[in-house]
């Protein structure tokens, strides 16, 4: 990690609440976004985390990119809002919403990459609203790529929703 946001500890948590519109850490012709780094614990999204940058070349990108989950250790996103490209490594979770099941959606401006071992954490209402992950080119980019033995972990949160609570998908 080269400077940035980290949360490292079994029961730490941090809660980012409004819109940070952070900028690329200099202004050359490859600006350095800034990097949020969950090695262990909770980062919980309430708002965008960067902004769109021009480098020196005209090309266009996010300020800052998002890496969840190292060596194995349980590192955790929830929340809502707007990140960069972001790596979900294996045995992170990724959870729209937030853990009291409240909906949301975290887009993600770039690419999102599932790294075998990773979840994807999803609720889902009787009335058709459920998490989402979405996925945008900021000029390049905008892929999600899903490793082998990624899992969708379904929660439904009453009743009517169709899916079964603790369900999972490969």
Known sequence: LEGGVAVDGENAKL??????????????????????????????????TGQVVTNGFGGKSYSSVVLVGKDGAAARLEGWGTTGDMDINGNAIIAPGTSDNAIGTITVKGNLTFYPGSVYNVDIAGDGRSDKLVVEAVVNGGKATIGAGTNVQVTALNDRAHEQTGENYT
């Not at 600006?31 to 309430?46: A, E, I, M, Q, S």
């Open 15 to 48: 809660v980012l609440k409004g819109d940070l519109g952070t900028a690329a850490a200099d202004s050359g012709n490859f600006p350095d976004p800034t990097r949020f780094y969950v090695k262990k614990g909770t980062l919980v999204l309430g708002g965008e």
